[in-house]
Structure formats: structure tokens, C-alpha cells
């Protein structure tokens, strides 16, 4: 069997933990919105009211009048009233993760979580795709099927740096003033930058992550070291990069092993089919390789044809 399903109990379970997990990603936006805080500040003898943003920037937005005071007043409200909705949310999701564990609901494998999670808490997940391998749990996880495991085995994970947005990429890594090695090690800190490979991380149980790129064009720079620190990986071209980049985009919740969630943006299933078919007839491609890929292209073609996965995909 190239994959079985989940059962009425587990997928039942991923429903509502996605939606909980869904209403929780748009209510910490919301949240965003009003981070730092509003107050009121003694200049020359004037009051103005001041807005202050988590990086210390202080902004005046005007003298003290009944309008700036109402102003204050809905931003105070508001505040409140989307942090309590943010706690409120936390918790639920916590407890989708222990019946996601209860139920063994998901398989992703937990290390890979951890690091989405620590790109969506830095602002990163919007310019790095996962992609190879690991986007099967995506898939997987849209058709609430389990794809057979000679499929999936693998210890490195590929992620796609969107070079096309490396300005604001940067500028968070900066503002945070961590590294991308870093952002790796708060998932787990055995994450060290392999000496022979500069685009590899490699942890203590020996699981990958590599950083990927498109082939430099326009005013890409390269090499490409990925933040402003020293000791960093540094992401390597790859043919297929900018092939990938120009695909539609699929985003999914996955589950962890222990329950955890975390949204993966990827390559739709259709490009993901596309871009493994051509690997598995690559005269370039390791020949150990190539009937993965082509069982991986045959397995995913089924999730699209009989689940529908990818409708929505968008570019």
C-alpha cells in the first residue's frame, strides 16, 4: 500500500486541532498588531502621547486632546482584549497537542517541528519553504492519510531560501540580533554548522537541515551567508531553485510525533509531482536516488487525483 488512512477518531482529532491551531496563527497577527505599548510623556511643558514598539522605537503621535486620549483608550482595549483572546487560544491548542499525542495523530518528526516553529516565532516562515522529502507530511496530512514509510525515510530536511525577500529576512534576524544558526539551536541546541558542508546543520542525532537557494541572477548576492553574524551557514545554489520559488505554494498544519503543531509551507503537491518525476529521470540525479523519487511522484499523484490536495494552492 503506497498509504492508509487515518482513522475516524485521528482525523476527527486533526480537524479540530488544525481549526485550533488556524484561529490561534490569526489571532497572534491580530495580537501583532498592538505589540508594545501607548503612553503619555512630559516634554517643555506639553504632554504628548507616545507609542512604543517591542524594539524600543518611540514614535509621538500627537499633543494630549480628547482625541489622542480616546486614541489611547481604544488601543489599551484592544490590547487586551486580543492578548486574552491569543491566552485563550494557546491553551486550546495545548490541549489539541496532548489528544494529538493521545490519539497518535501525527508522525512528522518532532525536531522538524520544533524548527518550524522557531521560523514562525522569528517572522522567517514567510521566505523558506521545506522542501524534498519532508513536504510529504504536508500532503500526507491534507488527505489524513499515512504514506507508507519506504517513502519518507530520510535524516536531512531541505529548506528553500526565498532570496527575492532577503531584505526583511535579514532585517528581522537583525532586529532579534540571533543568527540563523541560532534560530535553529532554540529548537535544539546541539545544532552546530557542519566545518566541510557550510550549508549543513547538523544536531547531535545527526538530522540535516539544508539551506537552499536559487542560482544567483540580478542583484542576488553570493555567496550568500544567511544573517549578519559570523559563525552562520551559508545557503548553496541549486538548479531547481528558482523552479521551485516560481511554483504554486502549499501550506499545512503537521503534527508532530508528541503532538506538537506547526504550519509547513511548501510546493504544491502538482509541482512536488512535476519536480520529482524529472528528478527520477535526471541522468545527473545519484541513481540510488531515483526510485524514491519516483515512487514519491506516484504516491502524491494518488493524494491529488483521489483526496483533491492542492485546490487551493496559490503562488
Known amino acids: 500500500m503506497d498509504f492508509t488512512p487515518l482513522t475516524e477518531d485521528q482525523l476527527r482529532q486533526y480537524i479540530d486541532a488544525e481549526s485550533s491551531y488556524s484561529a490561534m496563527e490569526q489571532a497572534r497577527r491580530a495580537a501583532s498588531e498592538v505589540r508594545g505599548s501607548m503612553f503619555w510623556r512630559q516634554d517643555r511643558g506639553h504632554t504628548y502621547l507616545v507609542r512604543s514598539n517591542t524594539a524600543a522605537r518611540q514614535t509621538r503621535l500627537g499633543l494630549q486632546t480628547p482625541e489622542t486620549e480616546a486614541m489611547q483608550a481604544r488601543f489599551t482595549e484592544r490590547k487586551h482584549q486580543l492578548e486574552g483572546r491569543l491566552a485563550t487560544l494557546k491553551e486550546s491548542v495545548a490541549r489539541h497537542e496532548r489528544l494529538n499525542r493521545a490519539l ?83 529548537a535544539d541546541k546541539t545544532f552546530e554548522v557542519r566545518a566541510d558542508q557550510l550549508q549543513t546543520a547538523v544536531n547531535a542525532q545527526g538530522f540535516e537541515v539544508d539551506v537552499i537557494r536559487r542560482d544567483a541572477r540580478g542583484e542576488d548576492p553570493h555567496p550568500l551567508r544567511m544573517s549578519h553574524k559570523e559563525e552562520d551557514l551559508w545557503a548553496v545554489q541549486v538548479s531547481s531553485g528558482s523552479r521551485m520559488l516560481g511554483a504554486e505554494r502549499f501550506s499545512q498544519v503537521v503534527v508532530a510525533s508528541n503532538g506538537a503543531m506547526a504550519r509547513m509551507n511548501t510546493v504544491s503537491p502538482a509541482a512536488f509531482v512535476k519536480l520529482k518525476r524529472a528528478l527520477s529521470s535526471s541522468r545527473t540525479r545519484d541513481p540510488l536516488k531515483k526510485p524514491k523519487d519516483a515512487l514519491q511522484a506516484t504516491i502524491v499523484q494518488r493524494l491529488i487525483d483521489e483526496f483533491l490536495i492542492g485546490e487551493h494552492a496559490t503562488l
Request: aromatic share 10%; charged share 25%.
Open 104 to 186: 497518535r495523530v501525527g508522525r512528522c518528526p518532532t525536531i522538524l517541528v520544533a524548527i518550524l516553529q522557531r521560523f514562525e516565532q522569528y517572522g522567517l516562515s514567510p521566505h523558506l519553504l521545506t522542501v524534498g522529502t519532508h513536504a510529504l507530511y504536508a500532503f500526507e496530512a491534507a488527505a489524513g492519510v499515512r504514506i507508507a514509510p519506504q517513502a519518507l525515510a530520510t535524516q536531512d530536511v531541505d529548506v528553500l531560501f526565498d532570496t527575492r525577500k532577503r531584505v526583511t529576512f535579514f532585517s528581522r534576524l537583525e532586529e532579534a540580533d540571533i543568527s540563523f544558526i541560532d534560530v535553529l539551536r532554540k
